[in-house]
Protein backbone atom coordinates (compact mmCIF):
# COMPACT_ATOMS: atom_id res chain seq x y z
CA UNK A 1 0.00 0.00 0.00
CA UNK A 2 1.31 3.52 -1.03
CA UNK A 3 1.66 5.93 1.65
CA UNK A 4 2.06 9.80 1.04
CA UNK A 5 4.38 10.77 2.91
CA UNK A 6 5.01 14.74 1.44
CA UNK A 7 3.60 16.47 -1.06
CA UNK A 8 4.35 20.02 -2.82
CA UNK A 9 2.72 21.92 -5.36
CA UNK A 10 4.72 23.13 -7.88
CA UNK A 11 3.90 25.29 -11.17
CA UNK A 12 5.56 26.31 -14.05
CA UNK A 13 4.53 28.09 -16.79
CA UNK A 14 1.21 26.59 -17.72
CA UNK A 15 1.56 23.61 -15.86
CA UNK A 16 0.46 23.29 -12.05
CA UNK A 17 1.77 19.54 -11.00
CA UNK A 18 1.73 18.13 -7.65
CA UNK A 19 5.38 16.29 -6.72
CA UNK A 20 4.31 13.81 -4.18
CA UNK A 21 6.47 11.48 -2.27
CA UNK A 22 5.35 7.96 -1.67
CA UNK A 23 7.09 4.67 0.26
CA UNK A 24 5.91 1.04 0.12
CA UNK A 25 7.06 -2.37 0.87
CA UNK A 26 9.62 -1.87 -2.39
CA UNK A 27 9.83 1.08 -3.77
CA UNK A 28 10.31 5.15 -2.62
CA UNK A 29 8.60 7.49 -5.71
CA UNK A 30 8.37 10.45 -6.51
CA UNK A 31 5.39 11.32 -8.47
CA UNK A 32 4.04 13.59 -10.53
CA UNK A 33 0.05 14.57 -10.91
CA UNK A 34 -1.79 17.22 -13.47
CA UNK A 35 -4.25 19.26 -12.12
CA UNK A 36 -6.90 15.95 -12.84
CA UNK A 37 -4.40 14.61 -10.66
CA UNK A 38 -3.47 12.13 -13.41
CA UNK A 39 -0.20 10.47 -12.91
CA UNK A 40 1.72 11.99 -15.47
CA UNK A 41 5.70 11.38 -14.40
CA UNK A 42 7.21 9.26 -11.87
CA UNK A 43 10.81 8.10 -10.23
CA UNK A 44 11.77 5.42 -8.25
CA UNK A 45 14.45 3.32 -6.43
CA UNK A 46 13.82 0.01 -5.32
CA UNK A 47 14.78 -0.70 -1.71
CA UNK A 48 16.05 -3.97 -2.14
CA UNK A 49 19.81 -4.34 -3.22
CA UNK A 50 20.72 -3.62 -6.02
CA UNK A 51 18.37 -0.20 -5.76
CA UNK A 52 17.52 -0.19 -9.47
CA UNK A 53 16.58 3.55 -10.51
CA UNK A 54 13.41 4.01 -13.17
CA UNK A 55 11.93 7.06 -14.70
CA UNK A 56 8.65 7.62 -16.79
CA UNK A 57 7.29 11.30 -18.06
CA UNK A 58 4.79 11.69 -20.18
CA UNK A 59 5.48 13.00 -23.44
CA UNK A 60 4.32 16.25 -23.41
CA UNK A 61 6.22 17.03 -19.91
CA UNK A 62 9.16 16.11 -21.45
CA UNK A 63 12.59 17.94 -21.77
CA UNK A 64 10.54 20.66 -19.85
CA UNK A 65 13.10 20.05 -16.33
CA UNK A 66 10.38 17.56 -14.50
CA UNK A 67 12.98 14.58 -14.41
CA UNK A 68 15.54 16.84 -12.25
CA UNK A 69 12.63 17.96 -9.80
CA UNK A 70 11.48 14.72 -9.20
CA UNK A 71 14.86 13.69 -8.36
CA UNK A 72 15.43 16.28 -6.50
CA UNK A 73 12.16 15.53 -4.33
CA UNK A 74 13.40 12.19 -4.11
CA UNK A 75 17.13 13.21 -2.88
CA UNK A 76 15.35 15.88 -0.12
CA UNK A 77 13.25 12.84 1.21
CA UNK A 78 16.24 10.01 1.41
CA UNK A 79 19.17 12.20 2.19
CA UNK A 80 18.64 10.78 6.32
CA UNK A 81 17.19 7.64 5.23
CA UNK A 82 19.38 6.30 1.83
CA UNK A 83 23.94 6.59 2.93
CA UNK A 84 25.20 9.17 0.34
CA UNK A 85 27.60 5.53 -0.61
CA UNK A 86 24.48 3.37 -1.74
CA UNK A 87 25.19 2.38 -5.44
CA UNK A 88 21.98 2.86 -7.78
CA UNK A 89 21.94 1.03 -11.02
CA UNK A 90 19.80 0.73 -14.23
CA UNK A 91 19.03 -2.28 -15.80
CA UNK A 92 19.15 -0.73 -19.58
CA UNK A 93 19.41 2.37 -20.59
CA UNK A 94 16.12 3.32 -22.31
CA UNK A 95 16.52 6.99 -22.36
CA UNK A 96 17.78 7.64 -26.06
CA UNK A 97 16.33 10.77 -27.12
CA UNK A 98 17.17 13.06 -29.67
CA UNK A 99 18.17 16.95 -28.81
CA UNK A 100 17.38 19.64 -30.66
CA UNK A 101 20.48 19.00 -33.40
CA UNK A 102 18.73 15.35 -33.91
CA UNK A 103 21.74 13.71 -32.01
CA UNK A 104 20.68 10.38 -29.81
CA UNK A 105 21.24 11.30 -25.58
CA UNK A 106 21.25 9.30 -23.16
CA UNK A 107 19.28 11.07 -19.90
CA UNK A 108 20.92 9.02 -17.27
CA UNK A 109 24.90 9.84 -19.37
CA UNK A 110 23.89 13.25 -19.02
CA UNK A 111 23.05 12.56 -14.98
CA UNK A 112 26.91 11.16 -14.74
CA UNK A 113 25.88 7.31 -14.71
CA UNK A 114 28.52 5.12 -15.62
CA UNK A 115 29.09 1.47 -17.15
CA UNK A 116 29.02 -1.02 -14.56
CA UNK A 117 32.55 -2.63 -14.32
CA UNK A 118 32.53 -6.50 -14.18
CA UNK A 119 34.52 -6.59 -11.10
CA UNK A 120 30.61 -5.10 -9.82
CA UNK A 121 28.74 -7.98 -7.67
CA UNK A 122 25.98 -6.39 -10.23
CA UNK A 123 27.82 -6.76 -12.80
CA UNK A 124 24.92 -7.16 -15.76
CA UNK A 125 23.01 -4.17 -14.90
CA UNK A 126 24.06 -1.93 -17.14
CA UNK A 127 24.92 1.27 -15.68
CA UNK A 128 25.25 2.78 -11.90
CA UNK A 129 26.07 6.21 -10.36
CA UNK A 130 26.41 6.22 -6.26
CA UNK A 131 23.18 8.19 -4.88
CA UNK A 132 25.12 11.19 -3.38
CA UNK A 133 26.58 12.09 -7.06
CA UNK A 134 22.84 11.85 -8.64
CA UNK A 135 21.83 13.75 -6.05
CA UNK A 136 24.91 16.21 -6.45
CA UNK A 137 23.85 16.31 -9.99
CA UNK A 138 20.61 17.27 -10.34
CA UNK A 139 21.46 19.97 -7.65
CA UNK A 140 23.96 21.75 -10.05
CA UNK A 141 26.93 19.94 -8.61
CA UNK A 142 26.31 21.16 -4.63
CA UNK A 143 26.74 19.13 -1.65
CA UNK A 144 23.89 17.94 0.16
CA UNK A 145 22.51 20.23 2.62
CA UNK A 146 23.25 19.73 6.01
CA UNK A 147 21.64 21.56 8.68
CA UNK A 148 25.06 23.11 10.43
CA UNK A 149 23.44 25.80 12.45
CA UNK A 150 21.24 23.42 14.21
CA UNK A 151 23.63 21.19 14.94
CA UNK A 152 25.64 23.98 16.98
CA UNK A 153 22.47 25.38 18.89
CA UNK A 154 22.37 21.82 20.32
CA UNK A 155 25.66 21.79 21.01
CA UNK A 156 25.63 25.00 22.92
CA UNK A 157 22.22 24.38 24.52
CA UNK A 158 24.18 20.90 26.00
CA UNK A 159 27.03 22.73 27.06
CA UNK A 160 24.88 25.62 28.89
CA UNK A 161 23.07 22.76 30.53
CA UNK A 162 26.20 20.95 31.64
CA UNK A 163 27.64 24.17 33.03
CA UNK A 164 24.83 25.00 35.26
Same mark, same amino acid.
Given at each position: ??????? #????????????????????????????? *????????????????? *?? #? !???????? *?????? !????????? #?????????? !??????????????????????????????????????????????????? *????????????????????????
Amino acid at each position: MNKTIKK #HTYTKRRYELDIKFFEDDFYYMTKMLDRS *GKEVGEFRITKETPNDL *GI #H !IDDQYKNK *GYSKIL !IRKMCNNLR #HRMPPNTMLY !IDSDASWEPDKNGVLKSYWDYLGMEETPEDDPYYGYEKRILFENLCSKVFG *GKKRKTNKKSKKKKRSKKKNKLKQ
